[in-house]
């Protein structure tokens, strides 16, 4: 594929798609930029869901523009999902979770596993390791593992939070892990109406924690904790119902928030101080797309996700280059 991010640095957005078209449905990207390259990680399969188990790829590139196949995880009879980076001090860490399904073409689950892996340098990776979620509240007593699926990692000082769910059961926990191995329920949530489910966890300069939570059947919300997350505060709305996907930065004044509106990628600003929120753009995408990876380097917002508006069947991963100095912000 020609180069593309080599050049065209006045515009506002440039985007690559990085993986051919075929029938294959590759898809819930992340991204990082550590030891000076790029990485970006999807789940492959031939479906969405319920069709052969998902595989995690792993893919390098030193200039965003030439990509190489550098690991791929998979473990017998579980189908992996949302493959995520979390970086703990100066180290790269790599999740995944893992589910097996009552039978076929049904949603209710069997079995959650969900593994951990580390980066070793100059582009290698471990093998997989086994993650633990303790089972706290004990209100799933059909579901052998793990009782909820931690979501997007995120350390603070060695320590490692995240918000983990059950879609099925209605479960949403806040969890900790000092060991990268056990995650343990802090039981002190409130959760949220709605059916709150995928959710992104970040830590300002002054180590509050802020979080964007997808609500299935309501809008996506903000929420705030002073207290290392034992309690949160839901301060702000995204009027987006479905949000999937969302991650979010920090960004002067505010967040850049992204997602899934409405079967397109989109790129939104909430106003930290005024509680304003503004759509800024829509990606090239469509159909089942979105589960952004965003990178903000140079004064460019890098933004990985996965679409099927060049396609009938299955999706393919894009990246794009977003200059912020043309944002107006």
Not at 76 to 82: L, P, S, T, Y
Not at 247 to 261: A, C, H, P, T, V
Not at 275 to 281: E, W
Not at 304 to 317: A, D, L, M, P
């Amino acid at each position: 594929m020609p180069k593309v991010f080599d050049k065209n640095f006045d515009k506002l957005v440039v985007t690559k798609r990085i993986t051919c078209i075929d029938k294959r449905h590759r898809a819930f990207t992340d991204l990082v930029y550590f030891d000076n390259r790029w990485l970006l990680t999807y789940r492959e399969s031939n479906e969405h869901i319920f069709g052969e188990d998902g595989v995690a790829k792993i893919l390098s590139s030193l200039n965003a523009d030439d990509w190489e196949l550098v690991k791929l995880y998979k473990y017998q009879g579980f189908d992996f999902r949302d493959p995520k980076f979390a970086i703990k001090d100066n180290k790269l860490l790599f999740y995944t979770h893992g589910s097996t399904y009552l039978e076929a073409y049904r949603s209710a689950p069997k079995e959650y596993k969900d593994f951990r892996a580390k980066y070793t340098g100059d582009g290698n990776w471990s093998l997989l390791n086994e993650v633990f979620v303790d089972k706290k509240n004990g209100t799933i007593s059909n579901l052998k593992g793990n009782e909820t699926y931690p979501w997007r990692v995120t350390y603070y000082k060695g320590i490692g939070y995240v918000f983990g769910y059950n879609f099925q059961h209605d479960v949403f926990n806040f969890y900790t892990t000092e060991d990268d191995v056990y995650f343990k329920n802090t039981n002190t949530l409130k959760s949220p109406t709605g059916t709150p489910n995928e959710a992104t966890v970040r830590v300002d300069e002054n180590g509050v924690f802020y979080s964007l939570v997808r609500r299935e059947y309501a809008t996506a919300l903000l929420g705030k904790s002073k207290d290392l997350g034992l309690t949160w505060n839901w301060f702000g709305n995204i009027p987006i119902y479905a949000f999937g996907g969302p991650n979010f930065l920090f960004y002067k004044d505010g967040i850049l928030l992204s997602g899934r509106e409405k079967e397109k990628l989109i790129l939104g600003y909430f106003d930290l101080k005024t509680g304003d929120y503004k759509k800024i753009l829509t990606f090239e995408s469509g159909g089942d797309c979105s589960y952004p990876g965003m990178v903000i380097t140079d004064n460019f917002l890098w933004i990985s996700y996965y679409s099927q508006h060049e396609q009938k069947r299955g999706s393919s991963i894009y990246l794009s280059r977003i200059n912020l100095s043309k944002l107006g912000l």
